[in-house]
Nanobody, 115 residues
């Protein structure tokens, strides 16, 4: 049974930081590309960042320079370090694991950026 469990969301003031984590089980983690997506109320889910099985990283323009994705294959975990947060970063953040045509989603963690 595949499980992706996100954690680390919460309320933070503009300009602050949060670190999201996603713990994976039931997959060969090292062979999966991992990604973070987000969905704000009334909006479609959008891609935020990805890291390949080889460690290459990719970012949406809206978060480039502020967010950092990383992975720890020994711990089956992917993290998203979010700095200089803005109110428009408010959303539910989802972790995704993908290998070829097979993919899995976590349940999401809420991030609120507000003063």
């Amino acid at each position: 049974q595949v499980q992706l469990v996100e954690s680390g969301g919460g309320l933070v003031q503009p300009g602050g930081s949060l670190r999201l984590s996603c713990a994976a089980s039931g997959i060969i983690f090292s062979m999966n590309a991992m990604g973070w997506y987000r969905q704000a109320p009334g909006n479609q889910r959008e891609w935020v960042a990805s890291i390949s099985s080889g460690g290459s990283t990719y970012y949406a323009d809206s978060v480039k320079g502020r967010f950092t994705i990383s992975r720890d294959n020994a711990k089956n975990m992917v993290t998203l370090q979010m700095n200089s947060l803005k109110p428009e970063d408010t959303a539910v953040y989802y972790c995704k694991a993908q290998r070829a045509a097979r993919f899995y989603w976590g349940q999401g963690t809420q991030v609120n950026v507000s003063s």
